[in-house]
């Protein structure tokens, strides 16, 4: 163990090359210079980027004139100097919705609309977004990923765009079109007979045999710090201040453990104020490791074997479990475990009520959000944001059962005349 001098402000403000910052250990506290190593060699904790504690942080007047996208907040996201590659991802639509509001019992409800994220529909284009851009600045020339779909499709995309090979692991039994929506890119794909923690074990031994940057596994440091983009986008959105409320899906448990990490640096870099939003997180029942944990009150995962439609999110053995699971609790949030057939039924409630096609990861959520409302865990004062995370064209397969067939007709008036009359217009 080593102290790792950080570089000071000049010298990097003077050098155009880009530099990932330095990591340290989020159980000990251990230093590591910047690497691609995502587990802390004494204690084998997760690592994090340090961030320079004297560094200059914008205004919101500053992050205002500049251009709409997740790098905006580029003091918050974890190098020094420039980063050139995937800048057009973020700063996706904060969409009003009433109606859901109504049903839920509460003042005012959002939705933040990452099935539109630039350039594969899902939130995850911001965890590669940064990422891909370590893999630069620590000079690795292939990136890869063990992905339950859409990070396959992001690290595709983004690989493809900036020119790098990529090498993508997913499990054998993913969606079609999440299949098809990465191989179109050109990358190596290898479907791996396994659930997603088979894939993912698969890749921690690959990485360093290879020297590949595999984003969520050895650059899984510098990828988590994407998702705070999400919080600081909420809140800006918001008109800088907090909704009292936030229900994410949880897959590994990263993107909620973030968004708790994100209110809580703009709030110390005082661009907002107020109470940090109670997290509230969503799984399926057929892989719920998170919403047990929060449950019991205990301080380890039980890992599960999953069973859900909802694939993008079934990861039975998540790797930030533990400090979702804390963010929940100590905001005063809670979990909530939905059924598939609940999770079909709330994909319908939000594309009939707010016009947003998504897919099984964000009925996971609204479906949540009813069973926490039914609970009574919000209040008529509440102002909730719904983190809805991909998008609905990527799982046709998981509705197409419970839509009914449309009519198919003649080129004839009456026939529609029929029709009208039949829906009783
Ligand atoms: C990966 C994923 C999540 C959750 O991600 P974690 O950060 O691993 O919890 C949520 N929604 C969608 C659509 C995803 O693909
Ligand atoms: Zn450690």
Redesign the pocket.
Known sequence: MHTVELPARDAVSQSSTLRALPQHCKVCGAEFEAAPEAICGSCLGPLEPMYPESRRLPSRAEIASRAPSMWRYREWLPFEGTPTLSQDTGFTPLVDAPRLADRLGVARLWIKNDAVSHPTL???DRVVASAINAAKALGLDTVGCAS????ANAVAAQAARAGLPAWIFIPDNLEPAKVLGTAVYGPHLVRVRGHYDDVNRLCAQLADRFGWGIVNVNLRGYYGEG?KTMGFEIAEQLGWRFPTAVIT????????TKLHKAFGEIRDAGLVDGETPRLYGAQASGCAPITRLVESGGETIVPEVPNTIAK??A?GNPADGVFAARAMRGTGGWSAAVSDDAIVAAIRLLAETTGIFT?T?GGATLAGALALADQGRFSKSDEVVLCI??NGLKTLDAISGSIADSPIIAPRVREVAALVEAAGA
């Open positions: 899902s939130f995850k339950t779909g859409n990070l998702s899906p949880m897959a590994g448990g990263s993107l909620l993008s999110i990861i897919e990861a995370t991909g």
